[in-house]
């Protein structure tokens, strides 16, 4: 294996991370390639990329990232150049198609578990399932701040629609 520090980066990543420091004026490689590796784990988590490891076996993508800078260092505009010019028609149609389709493919399915387990009628379960689905509100795509009460309803969002791999939290 090639050591840590002789390998390259990927290079439409660098290219990315050239524009967003030119766009900024500043000259930390470093911050801008954790900001892309994130958007870039960000779509592939959504995909439900997962990765085999010789240890664990099979696990979805994930990453974690604490991204800090002084105010004015240019984290809103790299952030907005990401989510509205690289991922904004992946976000566009994951929000408003994929996401839906899941949601309809799995509503159906949930309400027949819940009847099952009840013993009542799959018709009426699916019709509170689906208001239970509705009253959770929009699906955001990211967000910067929130309450544990609004992720843990995202969650349920998420898990209702069969879509819990794809989070995202900035």
């Given at each position: ?54 240890d664990r076996g099979v696990i979805p993508v994930n990453m974690y ?95 209702m629609a069969n879509a819990d791999k794809a989070t995202s939290f900035?």
């Amino acid at each position: 294996m090639t050591p840590f520090d002789e390998m390259s980066y990927h290079p439409t990543s660098e290219q990315l991370v050239s524009i967003l420091r030119d766009r900024t004026q500043r000259d930390d490689s470093l911050f801008f390639r954790l900001l892309v590796a994130y958007y870039f784990c960000l779509a592939a988590s959504q995909m439900r990329c997962s990765i085999d490891t010789p240890d664990r076996g099979v696990i979805p993508v994930n990453m974690y990232v604490l991204n800090l800078a002084p105010s004015g260092y240019g984290k809103t505009m790299a952030t907005n150049l990401m989510e509205e010019q690289v991922l904004y028609q992946f976000r566009h149609r994951f929000l408003d198609e994929t996401f839906s389709i899941l949601a309809e493919d799995n509503l159906p399915k949930l309400a027949n578990k819940r009847a099952i387990r009840k013993n009542s009628d799959p018709d009426e379960e699916l019709g509170r399932v689906t208001k239970e689905f509705e009253n959770l509100g929009s699906l955001l795509f990211s967000f910067d701040s929130g309450t544990s009460p609004a992720v843990k309803q995202m969650r349920h969002k998420l898990l209702m629609a069969n879509a819990d791999k794809a989070t995202s939290f900035l």
